[in-house]
Nanobody, 120 residues
């Protein structure tokens, strides 16, 4: 059974930090690129950060570049999102996504999300 379980969300003041984790099970984690998305209330889902399957390359949305860092531990089947200098506009549900492409097409798995609220 495939599972992606996010944790680490919560309420933080502007300028603060949070570290999100996403634990994976039920599939070969090291074969999948991993993404963090976020969805604010009333807005479309936004891709925040991506890391390749071996962790050698990362990309970020312009809105978080320099403040967020994505990383992974393939031995622990976990992907992380370190979020620093948080702003109220970072408030959203954060979801992790596993994606892989093979001869049979694309495979996508999603977690249930964790709420991040940035407010004083």
């Amino acid at each position: 059974q495939v599972q992606l379980v996010e944790s680490g969300g919560g309420l933080v003041q502007p300028g603060g930090s949070l570290r999100l984790s996403c634990g994976a099970s039920g599939f070969t984690f090291s074969n999948y690129a991993m993404n963090w998305y976020r969805q604010a209330q009333g807005k479309e889902r936004e891709l925040v950060a991506t890391i390749t399957s071996d962790g050698s390359d990362t990309t970020y949305a312009d809105s978080v570049k320099g403040r967020f860092t994505i990383s992974r531990d393939n031995g622990q089947n976990t992907v992380y999102l370190q979020m620093n200098s948080l702003k109220p506009e970072d408030t959203a549900v954060y979801l992790c996504n596993a994606i892989s492409h093979s001869w049979s097409g694309w495979t996508n798995y999603w977690g249930q999300g964790t709420q991040v609220t940035v407010s004083s």
